[in-house]
């Protein structure tokens, strides 16, 4: 079943799924520049301040070229921008969130590297809650090219067929167990401040009960590996320096929460639920906790101590 059948099947809309399909064909154009070593620095940098590879703003092309342009989308967002741009579609068009090129750092070595892209019905991003989305999707660029997507019924996987040029279906109904002895601990070096000596205390507990380590210091594929696999748990905790975290809201961490409910698990910020989470500003961050149930609530125990 290809990705159009699918979405058909699902019984998304019509102007929906022209959208989904419009981000799903970038994918592969990604995946092409990396195999045809488009690399190295810019020159330039994002609105965060980070600079950026010649791939950063190579995606970000890619994906603001074809959505500002589509007639059914009515704004975008994206975390290389330095604010957001309209397109065609009035308030009944949708609005997209994107990182172009999560993890672009891993390139020079070789790492799996992902997109993120989150989807809103109507115009706009301030004031919505990431349960507002209409669909996410996290793209990995990897051995293989694949991509997992809810539209609010469950998570799917589609792997890309070079042969036949399109998407098909990898893995229907990928589900997280509630416990799963395997974490992927992000920001570190959040253990050397003692006002997050939960953080230590938590690493001690995963380690001292054979918990398996599978981090490789990129948010997409850590938990692409959590919905694989089964279960586990993703962390990226505030510190002294940075209390929310690096990792934005609209543009990380909603389109992951929203996928991982989907699929059984739970995300989770300092306060809440991460999709009960308002948006303020489109470049809000926010710490995350994301996985199985059980492990997720583990985290919290040790975070509210």
Known sequence: MTFGEYLQRQ??????????KTVA??????????????????????????GQLKLDVFSNDLFTEALTRHPYVAMVASEE???????????????????????????????????IVGVYKGKGFVGRKGSDQAAAIIAVYGPRL????????????FI?????????????????????????????RACSDPQVKWYVDLMHFWLTNEYTLRYSGGMVPDVNQI???GGG??????????????????YECAPMAFLME???????????????????????????????KKEVELVQSYFKK
């Open 233 to 250: 748990v993703f962390t990226y905790p505030g510190y002294s320096e940075m209390p929310d975290g690096k990792l934005r809201l609209i």
């Open 11 to 20: 019984g998304v809309e019509a102007n929906l799924r022209d959208v989904l």
């Open 227 to 229: 919905l694989k696999k």
């Open 81 to 115: 921008l330095d604010e957001s741009m309209n397109g065609p579609a009035g308030d009944e068009g949708y609005s997209l969130a994107y990182d172009p090129l999560d993890g672009s750092s891993l390139v020079d070595v070789n790492l799996a590297v992902g997109t």
């Open 25 to 50: 064909a970038i994918f592969p154009k990604i995946a092409e520049a990396m195999r045809g070593g488009l690399e190295g620095a810019a020159g330039s940098k994002n609105v965060f301040g980070e």
């Open 262 to 292: 989907q699929a059984g698990g739970v995300a989770f910020s300092a306060g809440g639920p991460i999709l009960d989470m308002t948006v303020e500003k489109i470049d809000q961050r926010t710490p995350i906790f994301i996985g199985s």
């Open 146 to 157: 694949t991509f997992m997507v809810t539209v609010g019924h469950g998570v799917t996987e």
């Open 160 to 188: 890309y067929d070079w042969g036949k040029k399109d998407f098909v279906v990898n893995h229907e109904d990928v589900k997280v167990g509630e416990s799963k002895k395997m974490f992927a601990p992000g920001n570190l």
